[in-house]
């Protein structure tokens, strides 16, 4: 169930980019337990496959396939009346938070880590170029586009957002289910 929650949270963080504010962060953070339960209350009413298929749009792509699995699952109005319980006006609103607050905390675990786009970009030619067949292609640079995609929405995260993420880090791995 928890790896649920971290990959609707992850495809939630693709949503268009606001800046951040130490306001919406204190707004966010205890959103995230009601969320966890709604999502494991009804993982069975979604299929997952779908919500969670790799998107050569990276997160963005992701988030776009997940607002429409929950819509096709007759899901969408339920989630967005959980999350105006919260004040949140809408999915999107909560959704461009959850991207702001992730990606910036992504950017700052990864601080001082090696990106090389360069090396993903190897291996989508060595993919190409393989004799596997055309389907286990498709899956497999699906992946790695989307990685890209992630990584270059990761290193593009504004110091400003970092700067207002950072005194948060602690409770936003817990929100995640990591670090407690």
């Keep these: ?26 707004q966010w953070l205890p959103t995230m337990k009601p969320v966890q339960e709604w999502m494991e209350a009804n993982e069975s009413k979604v299929d997952t496959h779908s919500l969670f298929k790799s998107s050569s749009k990276g997160l963005s792509g992701m988030f776009d396939e997940a607002i429409t699995e929950l819509k096709n699952a007759g899901l969408y109005d339920d989630f967005a009346g959980l999350l105006k319980k919260h004040g949140y006006a809408s999915v999107e609103g909560w959704a461009a938070d959850t991207q702001g607050v992730t990606t910036a905390f992504m950017a700052i675990k990864m601080e001082g880590e090696q990106i090389n786009p360069a090396m993903i970009q190897a291996q989508i030619v060595q993919v190409k170029d393989s004799p596997l067949p055309d389907e286990q292609k498709r899956v497999m640079l699906g992946m790695l586009e989307g990685t890209l995609a992630m990584m270059k929405e990761v290193s593009a995260v504004p110091e400003g957002d970092k700067a207002v993420v950072r005194p948060h880090m602690k409770a936003i791995e817990q929100s995640f289910g990591h670090g407690h």
């Design 1 to 26: 169930m928890r790896y649920l929650f971290v990959l609707v949270m992850t495809m939630m963080t693709a949503f268009a980019h606001a800046e951040l504010t130490p306001e919406k962060i204190q």
